[in-house]
C-alpha cells in the first residue's frame, strides 16, 4: 500500500507540472485623439493610461507576463478607427476599451461577443449603447461621463463667479449637443442666473465656422460643451481663446493644460482607473450586459494663472479656495 501512496505522491506534482498555463489576458485600449507616444511604456505619460494600467497592475495584471495590452489611436483622424476595431478583433481581445459614443457603437456594430468597456461615454442610454445603466445587457457596460444636469449648471455658475457682471455667453457645441438634456439643463441654469446663452454651432468637427461666429457675435464668455468633439479639438479652441481674449470654461482639464482658462468635470484619469476594474471582473468571468454603468464621482475645478494674467482677470479668492488644482 506505501509503494502506492509513495506512486501517487510523487505523480501529483508531475500532473500539476504538466499543465498547461493560461495564455495572457488580451486587452485593447482605443483612443481617438490622444498622441500614441504618450500611451507607450510600463508608466505612460498620458495620465488616463497611466491610471487604467495601475489599477491593472494593483489587480494582478502584468504586462509581459499575463497581460498583453495593446494600445491604439486614431491620433485624430476619426477615418482610422474602423481599421483599428477590426485589428483588435483580429487579435482576439478579451476586453477592448474606449471613449465616447461613437467607437464604443462601432465596436458594438462589429462584434456581439467581445466584451466592451466605456471609459468615458455621454448619455450611453440615449445614445442607444445600453438598454439601461442598471441593466446594460449586450456586450458594452462601463462609466459614464455625465456627472448629470447639475454638473453643467454648476460649470455655469463657475464661469459667473469668475466674471460677474457677465450676460451674453456663446455655447459652443452641436446640435446634439444643444438640444440634449445637458444641453437644456445649461440653458435652464443660465435663465436662473440672469445669463443669455447663445448657441454657436460646430458642424462636422468643422471649427473654423464657429470661431468666426465667435468673432462677429463678440459674447462676454465661452462655455464650452462637453462633448468628444470639443475633447478632440481642446488644444485649437484653446488657441482660438486666448488670441480672441475670450474667457470660457471648459468641461476637461486637459483644455486647461493646454491653456484654457478654467475646467470643471470629470476627473477622467479616475474613470479609467475605475475602467480597469470593469476588465479585471470580465476577464474572471461576470457578464458585460450585468455590470450596471457607473457615473463619475470625482469633480475637479481647474484654473490656469497664466491665461488668467494674459486675459487681464483678477479671479476671486472665493473661487480660487475651491479649486483642485491650479496651473502656474
Not at 489611436?73 to 481581445?93: C, F, H, N, P, T
Not at 478654467?262 to 475605475?274: E, I, T
Amino acid at each position: 500500500m506505501w509503494r502506492v501512496l509513495l506512486a501517487l505522491v510523487l505523480f501529483v506534482p508531475s500532473l500539476a507540472e504538466a499543465q498547461p498555463a493560461r495564455p495572457p489576458y488580451r486587452v485593447g485600449l482605443v483612443f481617438v485623439a490622444s498622441p500614441i507616444a504618450q500611451m507607450l511604456g510600463t508608466e505612460p505619460t498620458h495620465p488616463s493610461v497611466r491610471a487604467f494600467l495601475l489599477e491593472l497592475r494593483r489587480r494582478g495584471y502584468v504586462e509581459g507576463e499575463n497581460l498583453v495590452f495593446e494600445r491604439r489611436s486614431a491620433e485624430g483622424k476619426a477615418e482610422r478607427i474602423d481599421g483599428i476595431l477590426q485589428e483588435l478583433l483580429r487579435l482576439k481581445m478579451d476586453v477592448i476599451v474606449t471613449a465616447g459614443n461613437d467607437v464604443p457603437r462601432l465596436a458594438k456594430d462589429m462584434t456581439n461577443t467581445v466584451p466592451i468597456v466605456m471609459a468615458s461615454s455621454r448619455s450611453p442610454v440615449e445614445a442607444g449603447l445600453v438598454a439601461s445603466l442598471a441593466r446594460p445587457e449586450a456586450n458594452v457596460t462601463g462609466l459614464s461621463i455625465d456627472g448629470g444636469p447639475d454638473t453643467e449648471a454648476r460649470r455655469l455658475e463657475l464661469l459667473t463667479l469668475a466674471l460677474p457682471g457677465i450676460s451674453r455667453v456663446a455655447f459652443l457645441g452641436t446640435r446634439n449637443d444643444w438640444e440634449e438634456p445637458l444641453g437644456q439643463a445649461t440653458r435652464t441654469a443660465g435663465k436662473i442666473l440672469g445669463i443669455t446663452l447663445v448657441h454657436v454651432e460646430v458642424s462636422l468637427g468643422q471649427y473654423d465656422d464657429a470661431f468666426a461666429t465667435l468673432v462677429r457675435e463678440r459674447p462676454d464668455a465661452l462655455f464650452v460643451a462637453n462633448s468628444a468633439s470639443n475633447f478632440a479639438h481642446r488644444r485649437s479652441i484653446a488657441d482660438f481663446v486666448l488670441q480672441s481674449r475670450l474667457p470660457a470654461i471648459h468641461p476637461f482639464r486637459e483644455s486647461v493644460e493646454a491653456g484654457g482658462l478654467m475646467s470643471y468635470g470629470a476627473n477622467v484619469p479616475d474613470l479609467y482607473r475605475r475602467a480597469a476594474g470593469f476588465v479585471d471582473r470580465i476577464l474572471k468571468g461576470a457578464r458585460p450586459g450585468g455590470l450596471p454603468v457607473e457615473q463619475p464621482t470625482k469633480f475637479d475645478l481647474a484654473i490656469n494663472l497664466r491665461t488668467a494674467k494674459l486675459l487681464g482677470l483678477t479671479l476671486p479668492p472665493a473661487l480660487m479656495l475651491q479649486a483642485d488644482e491650479l496651473v502656474r
